[in-house]
Structures are given as structure tokens and as C-alpha cells.
């Protein structure tokens, strides 16, 4: 590639008539030549078909004939840095000047050449660790929900948060779940999808923004400590606008299916003769 | 053993003990140990496979494999048509016996 670059900058130097000629011509000659596939077809591992004199009729060795690049015999043989480097000492009777070697030898040779591993290699902290989701469950997805207060609710799948866990909507006004995250194990992923194409899902829904908060400032020692952390949850305003933002875009979409607005709202339970291992979800 | 082909039905020619299999009301006629050519003609003239699907036999193996792979929204919209169609039959019972207690109080007010 360097050559290249340098090549066409000396083409632009020289006057314009040649520069287009130069250049095509240095261009042919640097094309890369296609390898021929080989030309000694195997008649067993191991065997070809021709023999070596025959492969070198077949090769056109005999035109193709390299001379190791010659070095100019004017040219002195290789300047290769010099090995020791005399340095001047001080000193009284010490001989002026001490010849040392420029590359010295290493002062430390290890017994073991690759390094012990540490006990802790390998174990990355949760942050960095690989995040899995399950083949069955993709954007759009309906699962149903088996654990928390929400149990037995069919709801809509929309992405896979950082730490792993899933972002699911109700929708709200469907069956009461608003975002809120799930846990992979515990969801059973049916096999309906809602089309989620174009639906924008706002960038600060991360975990963070579902963690749940607690105030730990114990300064007063004295029973007063109930009352400063958050006992009951309030909705903020800004859950709530993002929850509309989100849920108008999917029930738009829930409503082109028939019936599903209404699968939504049911929940799932077991009756008799029901076994889970044999119901197709 | 019996020598089964399935030419149109994706059964290899092979031999199959009389026990693994169950005798259909259809007959074809060609030699026997006829080549399996001779048994594809033969069984596309009777057009055997439409005649199968319209048996109650093949009906209720397929509804058999449609309720084995029903989904969740399915059985949830299967529901929905059952108690649909239940109460629907409902009223109409409901109108008939409606009906028959009309005509049996007529007649006890008649008998009086």
C-alpha cells in the first residue's frame, strides 16, 4: 500500500501527458495474480498422480526461474549495529575506557516460563458477564409470567436489559403490568408474537432506572428509622409518561390481532388433566 | 411379514411384520411383488390419497395432530369459541323449554 501511495505521488509529479500511462501500467503490473488451484489431482491421501518431473513440465518451472535479490557488492555487507560500544571510564589506572556490550544478557532467567495463573482468573464480575437469552424468546414475544405479584399474567416481551433481565409491558391498560422487569428463568415464552417493528423503546429504561431505591441513612438511632425510608412506593410522573409512550405504540399493534386483546387479559392457570410438560406454548 | 411400499406416501419398499400395521378399506389391483412404478400408477389412478383424507379414519388422526399442537393463544381462542357456541345452545334450550312449560301450563288450565 505504501508503495502504492508513493508511486502515484511521483506520478503526479512527473508532467501530466505520462501520468495517466504510469499509472496503468504500474497498476497491471501490481495485480494480484489468482493461485491455480493444484495441478496433481490425489489418487490417495498422500499420492498424486504426477511425478515430480512431470509436475515441473506441468508448473512451468522451467520458465519461471528466480534469482535471489542481489545485494549491490559495492554495498558493504550488512551494517549491522555494532555489538560492543567502548565508553570512556574515569578514574586513575583503570585503562581509560571499558568495551560493553549493547544488548546484554537478561540477569533473571524464571524457573517457569509462562506465569502462575491466579486463583481469580477467569471469574469476571457480573458486569462483564455474558449475557444469554433464550432462543424462543425475541422482541414482541407473549410470556407468562410464573413468580412475583404478577404471576399467571400474559405480557408482552420488548428487550433484554444490561444485567440480563427482561423488559416486559402489560400493557398497562391490558392486564395492570406496567414496564417492569422479569427474570428469564422464571417466564414461560409462548410461541405469539406481537410485530414490534418500528416500536421506540425510550433509552433510559435501563436497570437503573428500575432499581428499587432505599434510603440508608441511620442518624437517628432512636425509632425514627421506619419512618425515613421509603415505605410505600409512589408512582413518579415520569413512569408514568413513559409507560403511555411505550404502551400506545404496542396496543396499536395488539389490536390488529384478533382475539389477542383479550388473551392479554386472561391469565394462565392448571386444571385437571393440564401437565405442563405436554402443552405446547 | 408383509412387503409394504408407499410410493406416494413416503414409505420406503420394505417388509413389515402384520402386526405393526392396520388394513384400510382400500384395494389395488396389480400383480403381486409388482414393481414399485407398477404400484405408483396404480395408486395415483385411484387417486388413493384424496380418498384418504376423506375418510372419518384420516379426519380424526388429523384432528388428533391440531389439538397436539395447539398453542397457548389457540386454546385460549378455542375457549372463547366453546363458551360461545355453549351459550348459544343454552338459549335456544332455554327458549324450547320456555316454550314446553307454556304449553303444559295451557293445557293444566284447559284440564281445569
Known sequence: ?281 | QALVDGPCSGVRRQAMPFKCMQLTDFVLKFPHSARQKHVRVAWEKENINEKWAATRWAKKIEAREKKAKMTDFDRYKVMKAKKMRNRIIKHEMKKLLKQASKKGKKLQKAQK
Open chain 1, 1 to 281: 500500500g505504501e508503495k502504492k501511495a508513493a508511486d502515484k505521488k511521483a506520478a503526479e509529479a512527473k508532467p501530466a501527458e505520462k501520468k495517466g500511462s504510469q499509472k496503468k501500467l504500474r497498476e497491471k503490473a501490481r495485480k494480484p495474480k489468482k493461485h491455480h488451484a493444484s495441478r496433481n489431482p490425489v489418487l490417495a491421501r498422500g499420492i498424486g498422480r504426477y511425478s515430480r518431473s512431470a509436475m515441473y513440465a506441468r508448473k512451468a518451472m522451467y520458465k519461471r526461474k528466480y534469482t535471489a535479490p542481489e545485494t549491490k557488492i559495492e554495498k558493504k555487507k550488512k551494517e549491522k549495529p555494532p555489538a560492543t560500544i567502548t565508553k570512556p571510564v574515569g578514574g586513575d589506572k583503570n585503562g581509560g575506557s571499558r568495551v560493553v556490550k549493547v544488548r546484554k544478557m537478561p540477569r533473571y532467567y524464571p524457573t517457569e516460563d509462562v506465569p502462575r495463573k491466579l486463583l481469580s482468573h477467569g471469574k469476571k464480575p457480573f458486569s462483564q458477564h455474558k449475557r444469554k437469552l433464550r432462543a424462543s424468546i425475541t422482541p414482541g414475544t407473549v410470556l407468562i409470567l410464573l413468580t412475583g405479584r404478577h404471576r399467571g399474567k400474559r405480557v408482552v416481551f420488548l428487550k433484554q436489559l444490561a444485567t440480563g433481565l427482561l423488559l416486559v409491558t402489560g400493557p398497562l391498560a391490558i392486564n395492570r403490568v406496567p414496564l417492569r422487569r422479569a427474570h428469564q428463568k422464571f417466564v414461560i415464552a409462548t410461541s405469539t408474537k406481537v410485530d414490534i417493528n418500528g416500536v421506540r423503546i425510550p433509552k433510559h429504561l435501563t436497570d437503573a432506572y428500575f432499581k428499587k431505591k432505599r434510603l440508608r441513612k441511620p442518624k437517628h438511632q432512636e425509632g425514627e428509622i421506619f419512618d425515613t425510608e421509603k415505605e410505600k412506593y409512589e408512582i413518579t410522573e415520569q413512569r408514568k409518561s413513559d409507560q403511555k409512550a411505550v404502551d400506545t405504540q404496542i396496543l396499536a399493534r395488539i389490536k390488529k390481532v384478533p382475539q389477542l386483546r383479550g388473551y392479554l387479559r386472561s391469565t394462565f392457570s392448571l386444571s385437571n388433566g393440564v401437565y405442563p410438560h405436554k402443552l405446547v406454548f
